[in-house]
């Protein structure tokens, strides 16, 4: 059998650290590869059959739920639509569904995991630890779960054709009036990764990269021997929205970079076009650790590039201790900054307006808007850092990683 | 004049320790925030059309024609 040893018969599984199947039973160790194809056609005609219609199960939570025999002890395997391996609930052993490999939609490359579990959960302990903010009891987290998940993505080449008009502020003598610049042209991207799950989020997804391609090797079914996996879900539409998405930030970033003769650019107007060259289009199982943990009752789940170890989270914080901390170096700097204006100010401006200069009100302006730009910039970073904690808990990338047997 | 000095010095106080704290928050919590880079996929843009100075007007109607609006999805999807 694939998934057994061929010393022992004891279950087989992919260490990352070292790139072998091992045996843990008696320690064997084989190449991923040593098994032929075929051993796997014996496989590949196991039906998945769906739990309503085994069971006549009509309730909504048993829909996308199909049953899988499980090759090594017989038990029933459930699985969701899209998944090709999980663990038996009842023996532990990995359960390949080689059919939905053979059948449906084989991937043509693999990136195998790199780091094992106990790599990626230092990874993210050594993240914790350094963040100041971070309450204790999250810095000292017992994982919930946590699962290596190959995650399917296709590997894009696309030629864009864009056309933008950027709006910008040009200084003439004391004014300022507003320029436009139009820039039109073609930008190709190549290897560029869009995920193949419709349960993942994309903005989850684009902040694992980057994964090094170059480690990809052709797909096989061994390398997914102690890890869950998933097959694509998603359409060639949704593929080229998701491309389009991309592409047209990269191509109005790359403009506004391309105008120098203005300040305070934004882009104006803009027109896009992406073409995906899907002759060439790859797809590749990319690895992925999933670590969940509670806190205060919200199911947290933290993503690590399962290649690379880099860390994706946004992680609750100690908000006692930010507003307190802010508020003293608030006061702290408004005493500093009173002394400065109060001797500063009657140089500035005349309240009788009778020496007043325009300068100095001029001045004042400037404060003003100073002010109100520092607010807004610090509003602005403390909502993107809850936009991340949304998206730790949010209940799809909780379920892409939890809602699984084993 | 010291009301004022004190608002403006509550504004600036409370404005830059929020930036501070701001830019902390985001180094301390917000982990691995970055998606990939452009410049691992692209070189960059060829430009065939790059004008300055353009009026109100020719920026509305900037670009029109160079886009065209056929589809490229493969058959059968």
């Known amino acids: 059998?694939?998934?057994?040893?061929?010393?022992?018969?004891?279950?087989?599984?992919?260490?990352?650290?070292?790139?072998?199947?091992i045996c843990d039973n008696c320690g064997g160790t084989f190449a991923p590869g040593d098994y032929g194809v075929t051993e796997k056609e014996l496989l590949w005609d196991t039906k998945v059959e769906s739990l309503s219609d085994i069971y006549g199960l009509e309730a909504p939570e048993y829909i996308d739920r199909y049953v899988y025999i499980c090759k090594s002890c017989g038990g029933e395997v459930i699985i969701n639509g899209t998944e090709v391996s999980t663990r038996c609930l009842y023996c532990g052993n990995t359960a390949v569904v080689f059919s939905r490999i053979a059948k449906q939609k084989r991937p043509g490359y693999i990136l195998p995991f790199k780091l094992t579990a106990d790599e990626a959960l230092g990874?993210?302990?050594?993240?914790?630890?350094?963040?100041?903010?971070?309450?204790?009891?999250?810095?000292?987290?017992?994982p919930d779960e946590v699962r290596g998940i190959y995650i399917p993505y296709w590997i894009v080449?696309?030629?864009?054709?864009?056309?933008?008009?950027?709006?910008?502020?040009?200084?003439?003598?004391?004014?300022?009036?507003?320029?436009?610049?139009?820039?039109?042209?073609?930008?190709?991207?190549?290897?560029?990764p869009l995920d193949g799950s419709r349960m993942l989020s994309d903005e989850s997804s684009s902040r694992l990269e980057p994964y090094n391609l170059y480690d990809l090797t052709s797909f096989n079914e061994e390398y997914l021997l102690g890890f869950y996996s998933n097959i694509s879900d998603v359409t060639y539409g949704n593929l080229k929205s998701a491309a389009?998405?991309?592409?047209?930030?990269?191509?109005?970033?790359?403009?506004?970079?391309?105008?120098?003769?203005?300040?305070?650019?934004?882009?104006?107007?803009?027109?896009?076009?992406?073409?995906?060259?899907?002759k060439h289009l790859k797809y590749a199982m990319l690895p992925a650790w999933f670590i969940t943990y509670t806190h205060k009752g919200t199911h947290n789940t933290v993503v690590v590039n399962g290649q690379t170890g880099k860390v994706v989270?946004?992680?609750?914080?100690?908000?006692?201790?930010f507003f307190l901390l802010m508020t003293a170096a608030g006061l702290l700097l408004t005493g500093l900054f009173f002394l400065i204006f109060r001797n500063l100010l009657p140089l500035l401006i005349d309240f009788n307006f009778e020496k007043s200069t325009v300068a100095g009100i001029e001045i004042l302006a400037v404060i003003a808007a100073g002010t109100a730009a520092l607010f807004s910039c610090g509003i602005a970073r403390i909502r993107k850092v809850m936009?991340?904690?949304?998206?730790?808990?949010?209940?799809?990338?909780?379920?892409?990683?939890?809602?699984?047997?084993? | 004049m010291d009301i004022l000095a004190l608002i403006i010095s509550l504004g600036l106080g409370f404005g830059v320790s929020l930036?501070?704290?701001?830019?902390?928050?985001?180094?301390?919590?917000?982990?691995?925030?970055?998606?990939?880079?452009?410049?691992?996929?692209?070189?960059?843009?060829?430009?065939?059309?790059?004008?300055?100075?353009?009026?109100?007007?020719?920026?509305?109607?900037?670009?029109?024609?160079?886009?065209?609006?056929?589809?490229?999805?493969?058959?059968?999807?």
């Not at chain 1, 059998?1 to 199947?21: E, Y």
């Not at chain 2, 059309?49 to 059968?76: M, V």
Request: charged share 25%.
């Open chain 1, 157 to 192: 080449n696309c030629r864009h054709k864009g056309s933008v008009v950027v709006s910008g502020s040009v200084r003439s003598g004391r004014r300022t009036r507003t320029e436009y610049f139009g820039r039109a042209g073609v930008m190709n991207i190549t290897g560029l």
């Open chain 1, 123 to 142: 990874a993210v302990r050594e993240q914790f630890g350094k963040g100041f903010f971070i309450p204790k009891s999250i810095r000292n987290f017992k």
């Open chain 1, 244 to 278: 389009s998405k991309r592409a047209d930030e990269y191509f109005d970033e790359l403009v506004l970079r391309n105008v120098h003769e203005a300040s305070s650019i934004r882009i104006h107007s803009e027109q896009h076009r992406t073409d995906i060259d899907y």
């Open chain 1, 387 to 406: 936009s991340s904690i949304d998206l730790t808990q949010d209940v799809s990338i909780f379920n892409f990683a939890g809602r699984r047997q084993g």
């Open chain 1, 1 to 21: 059998m694939i998934n057994r040893c061929r010393n022992c018969t004891g279950q087989l599984v992919f260490d990352p650290g070292k790139q072998m199947l």
């Open chain 2, 19 to 77: 930036l501070i704290f701001s830019s902390l928050l985001i180094r301390s919590n917000d982990i691995g925030n970055a998606a990939g880079s452009k410049s691992q996929y692209t070189f960059g843009i060829d430009y065939e059309i790059r004008r300055n100075n353009l009026s109100r007007g020719e920026a509305d109607s900037f670009g029109s024609g160079y886009i065209s609006e056929e589809e490229n999805l493969p058959t059968g999807v």
């Open chain 1, 313 to 321: 989270c946004g992680v609750p914080w100690d908000k006692r201790l």
